[in-house]
């Protein structure tokens, strides 16, 4: 059996309380009703403020392609669930070399779970939904300091929002728009929505809700950094500015 290592090193654990939550505490913990509630709502977001090498990210990740998969009729349907999914979870963690590997364990995840699902639902997969996955993976997991709101390259930690756009008509394809916030501005509208957000609550906050309601593009276009044009999520991979 592999043993989980769960310290880097001593330095480590003093200076940045790094030590890595072992898997099946890590399934006693998401296994409470409350978060169950949000791991079994697709369009759900989790932020994790300090997400190491993804022990809680990778395993909701698990648990919501589970989801995607069950609410899926086709393989073609499981494309854009699958990347809906993956596009509502978040992390933020300070040591370059833990988000290589979060990354890289939230790809292999996806890419796994992306590809039994789509044999089960008798399809193959599709090199599209797995270029997308990389580009929200990428976005999705910043190096930062959750503290100072700060990332790895001296700039504002910066968040994009997959806005799922409405089903209209007979096209059954899920479009998004990718919107880019700063997380000072989400926390700001959190604070103004909801009252002063504690560190604790950080953790569980579902990052845009504060947006949902009465959300009027126009009022929010001064906060929002940049803007792509809406498509399919299959193919966010693309990048496509809006106008
Ligand atoms: C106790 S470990 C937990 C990691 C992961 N959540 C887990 O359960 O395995 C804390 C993590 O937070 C990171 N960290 C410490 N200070 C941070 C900060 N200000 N912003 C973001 N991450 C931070 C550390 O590098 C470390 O990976």
Redesign the pocket.
């Known amino acids: 059996m592999n043993k989980e290592r769960?310290i880097k090193s001593s330095d480590?654990v003093k200076s940045?309380?790094?030590?890595?939550?072992p898997k099946n505490?890590?399934k006693q913990m998401l296994d409470q009703p409350e978060v169950m509630e949000k791991v079994n709502d697709l369009t759900a977001t989790i932020l994790?403020?300090?997400?190491?090498?993804?022990?809680?990210?990778v395993e909701v990740l698990r648990r919501k392609m589970k989801v995607a998969l069950s609410q899926s009729k086709s393989a073609d349907e499981f494309d854009d669930k699958g990347l809906v999914a993956l596009s509502t979870l978040y992390g933020?963690?300070?040591?370059e070399d833990?988000v290589e590997m979060l990354v890289m364990n939230m790809f292999s995840q996806f890419s796994f779970d992306y590809q039994s699902g789509t044999k089960q639902l008798g399809g193959s997969p599709n090199k599209e939904v797995l270029e997308s996955a990389k580009v929200i993976i990428q976005a999705n997991m910043v190096q930062?300091?959750?503290?100072?709101k700060i990332d790895g390259d001296g700039n504002p930690i910066v968040f994009s929002e997959w806005q799922l756009l409405p089903i209209v008509g007979n096209i059954k394809h899920q479009k998004v728009q990718r919107l880019e916030h700063t997380f000072q501005d989400i926390l700001d509208g959190k604070e103004e929505s909801q009252g002063v957000l504690t560190h604790k609550d950080s953790e569980e906050l579902d990052l845009f809700d504060f947006l949902d309601e009465d959300y009027n593009p126009e009022e929010e276009e001064q906060d929002i950094k940049k803007q792509y044009a809406p498509v399919r999520i299959t193919k966010v991979y693309k990048k496509e500015l809006e106008g």
């Open positions: 769960l480590r940045l309380g790094e030590v890595f939550t505490i890590v994790e403020p300090s997400a190491g090498e993804g022990a809680f990210l933020i963690e300070l040591m833990n930062g300091n959750a503290l100072t």
